[in-house]
C-alpha cells in the first residue's frame, strides 16, 4: 500500500506543477496550449487527491483531517472549474486565479 500511496503523491506533485508550469505558460505568452495543460493537471491533482484520501482511509496510513480535506477538495473542485472556463473562452485573469488557488492549496496542506 506504501508503493501506491507514494505513485499517488508523486503524479499529486506532477498535477501542481502542471498548474503553475500552465498558469505561468499563459500569464507569460499567448499559448492555447498552457488552457489544456491547466485543466488536465487541475483534473490530475483532484482525481489523485481523492484517491490519496481514500487509499490513506482503507490503510489506515495516518489520522485524517477531514475538515482539512474538505477545504482543499472546494478548492481544488475550483480549480478545475475555472480550467474548464479557462479552455472555453482563454483569459489572463482566470490563469491568475487558478494559480492562486492552487497555491492557496499548497498552504492549506502544509501550514494547516
Known amino acids: 500500500m506504501d508503493i501506491i ?3 499517488l503523491v508523486f503524479l499529486h506533485m506532477l498535477g ?3 498548474i503553475i508550469a500552465g498558469f505561468l505558460m499563459q500569464v507569460m505568452t499567448d499559448n492555447t496550449k498552457s488552457t ?3 485543466l488536465h493537471s ?3 491533482q483532484f482525481v489523485t487527491g481523492l484517491l490519496l484520501v481514500g487509499v490513506a482511509e ?3 496510513l495516518a489520522d485524517m483531517n ?5 477545504v482543499k477538495l472546494v478548492i481544488a ?8 472556463l479557462n479552455l472555453r473562452k482563454p483569459a489572463k485573469n482566470l490563469a491568475v486565479i487558478a ?9 492549506v496542506a502544509v501550514f494547516w
Open 16 to 18: 501542481l506543477a502542471g
Open 36 to 38: 489544456k495543460v491547466l
Open 58 to 60: 482503507m490503510a489506515d
Open 66 to 70: 477531514h475538515v482539512k480535506i474538505g
Open 99 to 107: 494559480g492562486v488557488l492552487a497555491v492557496l492549496n499548497i498552504g
Open 42 to 44: 487541475a483534473l490530475l
Open 5 to 7: 500511496y507514494s505513485a
Open 77 to 84: 473542485l475550483a480549480v478545475v472549474v475555472v480550467g474548464v
